[in-house]
């Protein structure tokens, strides 16, 4: 996975756990018995992850979305972080 000191394993397994629930990704968590993760194994994109990427790296479609997102709004955070996510880790 993608956890290093910037990037704290729990966090990054909070993210794959949203990319997995929105169905962006095929995605492993196993958790230990207090239900925190402790593994967690990140698979290949879906075919809604592969939508998404695509229309994020849309230029006139990213510029549209981001003045709709409030402040720090939970989900807001979550709209900008999720294309940093995979940018780095995808080619093409």
Request: glycine share 16%; aromatic share 8%; no cysteine.
């Given at each position: 996975m993608f956890a290093d000191d910037t990037h704290p394993f729990d966090l990054v397994a909070y993210h794959v756990r949203i990319m997995q629930e929105a169905?962006?990704?095929e995605a492993s968590l196993v958790r230990d018995m207090g239900g925190s993760a402790v593994r967690a194994s990140v698979g290949p994109l879906t075919w809604s992850g592969?939508?998404?990427l695509d229309a994020v790296r849309s230029d006139g479609i990213w510029s549209k979305t981001l003045p709709r997102t409030?402040?720090?709004d939970p989900r807001t955070r979550?709209?900008?972080a999720l294309p940093s996510m995979f940018a780095p880790h995808t080619r093409g």
């Open positions: 169905g962006l990704v592969n939508d998404f409030r402040g720090d979550r709209t900008k």
